[in-house]
């Protein structure tokens, strides 16, 4: 049998676990093309609320009983897709569940020997080319810049400052509580550690001028950034975290101070990176190999206990990537 | 005697007269290096409302007592810079006055013969420039493109949307009044007219995918603008005249919606373009003389009406360019 986690009901404003079910279906066989996976670890990410609204976004919502999309790492079973054989180790978007279908073709194999194997799902997976395509591609770092990231010890952020070092800036990070605070510092190798639950954000970048902002939260800890933006700066959108459980997110800018700044405020979706994927992996692994990168994961224990990770990210209790082990 | 406007208050919001003075003070004469001109015609234009307030923004406030700053157009009266010889007509920074000394490297000299010689104050000066830069360099059209320019029968507004037009994109304009409408169908050559006090601009667009919006006045016509952006568009940021007489301007944009479309938006002001002016005069004065380029001018007589012209202005009376006629 498939144990699965599907959407019980749209979560209004912060989710609970009577959102999610837990169910049991018979484990179906491989069409032609197809892989069965037996799914090893699920990824929990920020961006898995959005699909959870109805509201049409950059991707269709969630129906009511589908299972929850995610990333998933696991093992092959079974296979009707020449490219794959049982036993391989592959990635994709497997969702919250023990056994998936997927059509060959949105499978990435991993690298023999990836160790872990869950790096497939953050530095070497989706949040590491976020970061990665983010940082380098839209905000486009200048050594001697001062780079402010937000949610600065998340999946995304713990990347995107260690990227943003790597190419001659000074990076501030901005994070929720000490610990987290001194991870930055620490572990992240962030210049200065703002922990946005005991400062002023604003207070705290005085005298900063930010040549570029990675925003992962929105909200008031981004007004505070955008008072300190320096002449020319970029402003990164890849999340606004803070705005996920709002009924209607509220306007936050205002779009006059791009012209006292000369400045360019860009969203981004790493899905319309897919084609240089391959590029950005090779560079990461590099840096993963190098000791350059660094990082850390918050693994919740059970396929079961997935929606609690989910809420506990969503409410920043996570110290690192947060995965779900299944089974 | 020179006849000068100066600021009397700070305008508490929307300026009144009362907020202007009209002195009489000696001429100077020109030091070594400089040149004193007599002004025949002076710009009117929203940004000169910034400089009122006491907030610093990308430049100074003007203190209360100083010549109301302003591009103008007069004829050198007296000169102790070799470049420049009575007789000849100059285009600076020369404010609402008779008479203006300025440094000659200052100073543009217009090209002989330009008819009128206001077109340096608009289409060959700085609107015209600011449009071209913005479109171009900012909004980077692509023939094909929907462009949407807000305060599209204004100054910079009327040549960025032809400039677009050029560069083989679809064009919406968006103005308040039906007189304004029709100029942008029938002069302009917008290939669609919204006329914002007589339509609800959300629904004027319905069915457009907006692929570069051109933004000249923020608020709520820009909300609704945002609404209708396609994926990959650019928005640029080049005025927000609506929020010009706010005390505090109130945000309008939720930048998520930027990570929805993979949107950029962007400021920019004129004078970081200013070792480029040349080329984009000689571009402009090209498509002028092929009569590519077409505008309009709204005169107030006589300076002492310039504070009218200038409310009138904020107003959306004007249909053109604004300027006065200084004595």
Not at 50 to 73: F, H, N
Not at 174 to 200: C, F, H, M, S, W
Request: charged letters at 25%; glycine letters at 14%.
């Amino acid at each position: 049998m498939n144990r699965r986690v599907t959407l019980a009901a749209r979560p209004q404003g912060f989710p609970t676990e009577s959102d999610f079910a837990l169910d049991e279906v018979g484990v179906p066989g491989p069409g032609s093309g197809e892989v069965l996976v037996r799914v090893r670890y699920a990824s929990i990410d920020p961006y898995q609320r959005g699909r959870m609204s109805e509201a049409r976004s950059y991707a269709q919502p969630l129906e009511i009983g589908d299972v929850i999309t995610s990333q998933s790492v696991g093992e092959v079973v079974e296979s009707s897709d020449a490219r794959f054989t049982p036993g391989e180790l592959v990635v994709g978007q497997l969702g919250w569940q023990e056994y998936a279908l997927a059509r060959g073709g949105s499978l990435r194999r991993l690298p023999p020997g990836l160790e872990p194997p869950t790096l497939a799902l953050h530095v070497l997976g989706a949040t590491g080319l976020t970061a990665y395509f983010g940082l380098f591609d839209v905000g486009r770092p200048r050594a001697g810049d001062t780079v402010v990231v937000s949610g600065a010890a998340g999946a995304v952020g713990q990347i995107a400052g260690q990227l943003a070092k790597l190419a001659g800036c000074r990076i501030v990070g901005i994070a929720g509580g000490p610990e987290k605070a001194r991870d930055l510092t620490e572990l992240y190798r962030y210049d200065v550690a703002i922990d946005y639950k005991n400062e002023d954000v604003l207070e705290a970048l005085r005298g900063e001028h930010v040549d570029m902002y990675f925003d992962n939260v929105g909200g008031g800890i981004s007004q505070a950034v955008h008072r300190r933006l320096n002449i020319g700066a970029r402003v990164v959108i890849c999340g606004q975290v803070s705005q996920y459980n709002e009924p209607r997110p509220e306007p936050s800018f205002h779009p006059g101070l791009l012209i006292v700044f000369r400045a360019r405020m860009e969203g981004f979706l790493i899905n319309d990176y897919r084609h240089r994927f391959d590029e950005g992996v090779a560079r990461l692994a590099r840096w993963v190999a190098n000791g350059d990168l660094r990082w850390q994961e918050d693994v919740t224990d059970g396929l079961e206990n997935a929606p609690r990770g989910f809420i506990g990210m969503l409410n920043g209790a996570n110290r690192g990537k947060a995965l779900v082990k299944v089974g």
